[in-house]
T-cell receptor
Framework: NAGVTQTPKFQVLKTGQSMTLQCAQDMNHEYMSWYRQDPGMGLRLIHYSVGAGITDQGEVPNGYNVSRSTTEDFPLRLLSAAPSQTSVYFC??????????????FGPGTRLTVT | KNEVEQSPQNLTAQEGEFITINCSYSVGISALHWLQQHPGGGIVSLFMLSSGKKKHGRLIATINIQEKHSSLHITASHPRDSAVYICAVGNTDKLIFGTGTRLQVFP
């Protein structure tokens, strides 16, 4: 199994540009999520999905869109990049059930710089 | 006040020492996770627990639901344990993360 894959690993954008961060998992996990990690702060939830066709906002959703057309893929779109979106982005997936999220599997991360 | 607080923020130890990292939370949860972030940035899950204690190799995690507190212990620490250890608490659809404890173990 490849686990959770993310592309690209690094990206530099100019303010106002748009792009899509790709995330895929091959473990048939229902739950997928996107986080951003900034210095001195914990991972913060951007958007999450509990299954194909179902997405919801997390703590910091503004400026980002997601969709979940298949169980495997959960892309994150930046609509109009801003310097405040400079961060490291992680995608994660897990099983969910019995009122809890199970072991989390993280992708390798995408380091995004917006100039 | 953050919903998940970890202490200490930074920790240095000599190889072989017993390490304890603490996590306190203020929200109702269904499970607590301990994660390890390597110096290269990758994040791996160490434990998920909702009660009691779990052990894996030299790592032990405990949780006290009544006191809303968890501890991660590392016995016989080794330089390869140097990493950031992250506590996260959650329910059915969201996890809230602490800011992490940076551990450095020197030979």
């Amino acid at each position: 199994n490849a686990g959770v894959t993310q592309t690209p690993k690094f990206q530099v954008l100019k303010t106002g540009q748009s792009m899509t961060l790709q995330c895929a998992q091959d473990m048939n996990h229902e739950y997928m999520s996107w986080y951003r990690q900034d210095p001195g702060m914990g991972l913060r939830l951007i958007h999450y999905s509990v299954g194909a066709g179902i997405t919801d906002q997390g703590e910091v959703p503004n400026g980002y869109n997601v969709s979940r057309s298949t169980t495997e893929d959960f892309p994150l779109r930046l609509l109009s990049a801003a310097p405040s979106q400079t961060s490291v982005y992680f995608c994660a997936s897990s099983y969910a059930g019995q009122g809890a999220l199970y072991e989390q599997y993280f992708g390798p991360g995408t380091r995004l710089t917006v100039t | 006040k953050n919903e998940v607080e970890q202490s200490p923020q930074n920790l240095t130890a000599q190889e072989g020492e017993f390490i304890t990292i603490n996590c306190s939370y203020s929200v109702g949860i269904s499970a607590l996770h301990w994660l390890q972030q390597h110096p290269g940035g990758g994040i791996v899950s160490l434990f998920m627990l909702s009660s009691g204690k779990k052990k894996h190799g030299r790592l032990i995690a405990t949780i006290n639901i009544q006191e809303k507190h968890s501890s991660l212990h590392i016995t016989a620490s080794h330089p390869r344990d140097s990493a950031v250890y992250i506590c996260a608490v959650g329910n059915t659809d969201k996890l809230i993360f602490g800011t992490g404890t940076r551990l450095q173990v020197f030979p």
